[in-house]
């Protein structure tokens, strides 16, 4: 099991390589900011697709991301 620090330092990590430092420090801020509640985001969050839906929406991703 990783430490509470770990799954932290890769989270900025990811961020900051898609984001950039700025709209990562402007995501953090609006986390702190916002009565946020993650785990009622993830349960809406894909609500009303199937997971056809969404592995095909996963691999048009990847395929894009992949071969530019």
Do not use: C
């Amino acid at each position: 099991m990783l430490t509470d620090t770990e799954p932290r330092t890769k989270a900025l990590e990811i961020l900051l390589r898609e984001l950039g430092l700025t709209e990562t420090e402007r995501f953090v801020s609006l986390l702190q900011r916002d009565s946020f509640d993650y785990t009622e985001w993830r349960r809406s969050l894909w609500q009303n697709k199937s997971v056809e839906h969404l592995n095909n929406e996963a691999m048009a991703f990847r395929k894009k991301t992949r071969d530019p």
